[in-house]
């Protein structure tokens, strides 16, 4: 079957540091994506990894290794507008049926 | 450019009754994508439209059915309405279709409440 798994809740304390992690598993594989949803919102892009290894853009940054079906996305500096759920997703088919994890609700304390 | 528009934004049904949803695309943007929200099932891939061809249908029942326009713009019905079917139902447009999780915009969404 096909299913990334990702832990349902993170809080981490404003400028800090947080890591989420996102493991998966399916037959057919072209990247790892990681989408950010504010309450009330509408999912947003963030990162794409298709490759392994790191992307940095700015505060963010998603990491993916094909050969431990794993991927994190890190957030750097947090700020409290970083508040929000955060989910991993892939596309394993050549069309757009993208499977997406449950979503981790992160929370950022002062 | 406009993004991705969802119509209405809420609605309220009763059991039995059904529903249709709109979605217009970003201009330009050929795959139109309908996904369906709860909180505790996350994002469901309902099924996904290019050129008017329903090319990938996710595993919900055959009450839940779409169609695109040759404008792109897409539109999704859900039948005989059940208490289940509440949920946020979101649209996301893509410009081919092809290039896999990263090139999704959606919408908003419609929240539907089913009492």
């Known amino acids: 079957g096909q299913s990334l798994e990702q832990p349902s809740e993170v809080t981490a304390v404003e400028g800090a540091i947080v890591q989420i992690n996102c493991t998966y598993q399916?037959?057919?594989?072209?990247?790892l994506s990681w989408y950010q949803q504010h309450d009330g919102g509408a999912p947003t892009f963030l990162s794409y990894n298709a490759l392994d290894g790191l992307e940095e853009t700015g505060r963010f940054s998603s990491f993916l290794s094909r050969s431990d079906s794993y991927g994190y996305l890190l957030l750097q500096e947090l700020q409290m507008k970083d508040s929000a759920s955060y989910f991993c997703a892939f596309c394993s088919g050549g069309y757009q049926k993208v499977t997406f994890g449950i979503g981790t609700k992160l929370q950022v304390i002062p | 450019k406009a993004g991705v528009t969802q119509t209405p934004r809420y609605l309220i049904k009763t059991r039995g009754q059904q529903v249709t949803l709109s979605c217009s695309p970003i201009s330009g943007h050929r795959s139109v994508s309908w996904y369906q929200q709860t909180p505790g099932q996350g994002l469901q891939f309902l099924f996904e439209?290019?050129?008017?061809?329903?090319?990938n249908k996710g595993n919900f029942p055959g009450r839940f059915s779409g169609r695109q326009f040759s404008n792109s713009r897409s539109e999704m019905n859900v039948s005989t309405l059940e208490l289940g079917d509440s949920a946020l139902y979101l649209c996301?447009?893509?410009?081919?279709?092809?290039?896999?999780?990263?090139?999704?915009?959606f919408g908003a969404g419609s929240r539907l409440t089913v009492l």
């Open positions: 399916t037959s057919g594989f072209y990247g």
């Open positions: 996301a447009s893509s410009l081919d279709g092809f290039s896999g999780a990263n090139v999704l915009t």
């Open positions: 439209y290019f050129s008017e061809t329903q090319r």
